[in-house]
Every structure is written in structure tokens, then in C-alpha cells.
């Protein structure tokens, strides 16, 4: 299917079945119970799982096949919201030429930087490439303020000449569309006690991320994926067969930025305010965690960090001390405090310490990340199978035995 073999393409529909099927699967609980906040089936979620989840398939191009690993990537997603939102203030507030020039600006970019960074490799070519991102997020935020708002970032006014648009009415508010379709356009659907929101926007961008995914699987599966995995393994005994591996990591670098510039394209699609913090370098080492704590080198890998990562910012964050003083309110006072005490330093604004927790953990256990935990767990499962199928053809066979007389 799709030039894919079986088991890429079990791959790929399960992804459209989880991207497609969302606001269910993230709305487990109905609302107003006790576990609702644990509910992650709003569009604004929804949207990031979605959008970080092309940035760190893009990444992982880079990082999980040639083993580049670049500090800097965030200046690309920048690049290419930038790039979308001049699109959005002089052309016209529909998605698909924002989404277009900042997949192309980002690819531009790209070049510019990984021409000059892939000169070196290892923690050189890991500096450089943060040097660019820091580089780009310092003129973003002081030098180059005309062009991107500089502290306060840019947003659609009214006064911006949007050539394909037509004028506003008094009081109205520019809007990203695709064809009239506007980005923030909900449906709801009400089931007892549950509520699953059906956002025009989060589908949109949930069915760009399912081609980038179906892009990604024929990238790693083509020649050109197979020259980067050597590189991976030996470039330098690459390089002493006359072979020259710097057009192969250079083109790697390129699609791995337009790839973070498409991320960055359709986070302006879905909230058109452009700040400089998008540049800044812990958006770069947030799709480095997301890359490890998935699975880097692994397709769907990258996908389940970002989901991951998104889902406890978002979530985990949240929990705050009048939260937890209701989950343990069935317990006597004493033991209620000793645990709201023992709990809290890991939730809400310390949710970044069981982030750390967590990774540690991955790393120590699982290196591969939790593609590895569940290749895992489907082991010991088919084991059992195994098991239980042997002993079943055994009891069958002494069945089908005549007895010795």
C-alpha cells in the first residue's frame, strides 16, 4: 500500500487511526468526574500533540539516521513561523501558501546552516548549530525588530494589506482560514457524560503530520536512507572508500529543517501570534527529549515523545494543591498532608522534575526509548502465546495417543 510494505503500512493507519480518532482516545473520562483532568482531548492540545509531532519526526530524520545531533533546530521552527506569519500580514490569512513559504524559507535556512555546520561533526557540529539557533533568537528579539516585533512578536492587524483578502469590516478580526474554513471552527458531540470536541484546525494539521509521517517511512526506507545509516555506523570508513557522505548529511540537515519550518507554519496557522521565544534554546532541547524518550532511529518513536512530553506540559502542569487535597480527601488529615506534601514537588510547577525522573529512567532502562518498552512487553506477550500454544499441542497429542497395552 502506498509503495509501502505490510508492516509500514500497519504502521501508518494505526497513526491515522490514532491522529483521526483523537478526541476520543484523549477523553477517557467524562467530564465533571474526578479523573477529567487527566482529559487531554481539547483542540489547543490537540493541535501541538500534532504539530511537535512533525517536529520531532523531522529531527529524527536527522539525528535517529545519520546520528547528527543538532542543538539548533528551534531557529528553524522560528524561521518558519516568521516566514508564515509575513505570509498571513501581506498576502492573505488562508494556511496554504504560510504553510508553503515557510517550509521553503526554513529549507533555505536550513542549507545556510548545515552547510556550514556539517564542516565538523560530534559535539563541534552540536555547538555550532546551537551558536545559530542563539544567533537567530538574539536578532529575532532585539536587532531585527521591524521585521519580527521583537519582544511583543507579530500578530494580524487590521491595517496589514493582505493583497488576496478583502478589506475587513469595522470590528472584524483577521482569522486563519483554509478556504473559508476557520482554524478555530469546533464541533462538539455529547455523549453522557462525556464531551469530544471536533476542531477544524486540529484535523487539518493532524492530516499534514499523517503525510509527513507517510514521507518520513519512504525516507527511511529508500537508498537514501540506507547512505545515512552508514553514515551513522562508519563514516569514517565511508569517506576512505572514496565516497563522499557531506551532500548525503547536508541533504538529511535540509529536510529535517523544512520539516521543523512546516511545525513552525502550522503553529501560526493555529495560533497566529509569532514570538522569539520559539528560537530560544530549549524549544531545540525539548525535540532532542522528545526524540530519546520515544525512540530515536524508530518511526513512530519521535510521535510518542512529543505526545508524551505535550501531554505533561499540558496536564501534569496543571495539578495544583486544591487538585490533590480532593483526590485525597477520603484520608485521615495526617496522612492526607504527608502525602500532598510528598506529591506536589512532582506536579505543577515541578513537573519538569518528574520529566527528569522519567528520562533518567528511559535512559538507564530502556534505551531505546518507549518504542523499546513496548517492543518489549509484545515479547513477553508473544512468549506466552508461544507457551501456551506448545502446551496446548502437547496435551493434543498425548490426547490423539493410543494407550500402551
Not at 529524527?60 to 531557529?75: E, K, P, V
Not at 557522505?245 to 496557522?269: E, H, K, N, Q, W
Not at 513537573?351 to 525522573?357: E, I, V
Not at 517492543?375 to 507457551?387: P, S
Request: overall charge neutral; proline content about 4%; glycine content about 12%.
Amino acid at each position: 500500500m502506498f509503495g509501502l510494505n505490510s508492516r509500514d503500512a500497519g504502521l501508518l493507519v494505526i497513526v491515522a487511526i490514532l491522529c483521526l480518532a483523537a478526541p476520543f482516545i484523549l477523553n477517557p473520562f467524562p467530564e465533571g468526574s474526578g479523573m477529567a483532568q487527566f482529559n487531554a482531548g481539547y483542540p489547543d492540545l490537540m493541535q501541538r500533540l500534532v504539530i511537535f509531532g512533525i517536529f520531532a519526526i523531522g529531527f529524527n530524520i536527522l539525528f535517529g539516521l545519520t546520528g547528527y545531533l543538532s542543538f539548533g533546530h528551534a531557529a528553524f521552527l522560528g524561521v518558519g513561523s516568521y516566514a508564515a506569519i509575513w505570509m498571513m500580514k501581506l498576502l492573505t490569512m488562508n494556511v496554504i501558501p504560510a504553510i508553503i513559504i515557510s517550509v521553503i524559507i526554513a529549507g533555505l535556512f536550513s542549507l545556510l546552516v548545515g552547510w556550514i555546520s556539517l564542516r565538523r561533526s560530534g559535539i563541534y557540529f552540536s555547538i555550532l548549530t546551537l551558536a545559530f539557533a542563539q544567533m537567530s533568537y538574539a536578532l529575532a528579539y532585539s536587532v531585527l525588530t521591524p521585521i519580527t516585533g521583537g519582544e511583543t512578536g507579530l500578530q494580524p492587524t487590521p491595517s496589514d494589506p493582505r493583497i488576496l483578502d478583502g478589506a475587513l469590516a469595522e470590528g472584524e478580526t483577521a482569522r486563519a482560514n483554509l478556504f473559508g474554513l476557520e482554524m478555530h471552527q469546533s464541533f462538539e458531540l455529547s455523549m453522557g457524560g462525556w464531551i469530544f470536541t471536533f476542531n477544524a484546525g486540529y484535523y487539518i494539521a493532524a492530516v499534514v503530520m499523517i503525510l509527513a509521517f507517510y514521507l518520513s517511512i519512504r525516507i527511511f526506507r529508500s537508498p537514501f536512507g540506507m547512505m545515512l545509516r552508514a553514515v551513522k555506523s562508519n563514516q569514517q570508513r565511508m569517506n576512505y572508500t572514496g565516497l563522499n557522505t557531506r551532500p548525503y548529511t547536508l541533504a538529511a540537515f535540509v529536510i529535517s529543517g523544512m520539516y521543523a519550518g512546516l511545525a513552525g507554519g502550522l503553529l501560526v496557522a493555529m495560533d497566529t501570534q509569532v514570538g522569539a521565544e520559539r528560537m530560544f534554546w530549549t524549544a531545540s532541547g525539548e525535540v532532542v527529549l522528545m526524540t530519546i524518550l520515544g525512540g530515536a532511529g524508530t518511526l513512530i518513536g519521535p510521535v510518542l515523545g512529543a505526545g508524551f512530553i505535550k501531554y505533561m506540559e499540558n496536564i501534569v502542569s496543571k495539578i495544583n494543591k486544591g487538585i490533590l487535597e480532593q483526590w485525597f480527601a477520603f484520608l485521615p488529615d495526617g496522612i492526607e498532608d504527608l502525602l500532598i506534601t510528598l506529591v506536589y514537588p512532582f506536579v505543577g510547577k515541578g513537573w519538569h522534575l518528574t520529566l527528569g525522573l522519567l528520562f533518567m529512567l528511559v535512559v538507564i532502562f530502556l534505551p531505546g526509548g518507549l518504542v523499546e518498552g513496548g517492543q518489549r512487553i509484545g515479547r513477553v506477550f508473544r512468549r506466552r502465546d508461544k507457551n501456551a500454544g506448545s502446551v496446548e499441542a502437547d496435551a493434543a497429542e498425548q490426547r490423539s495417543t493410543p494407550p500402551a497395552e
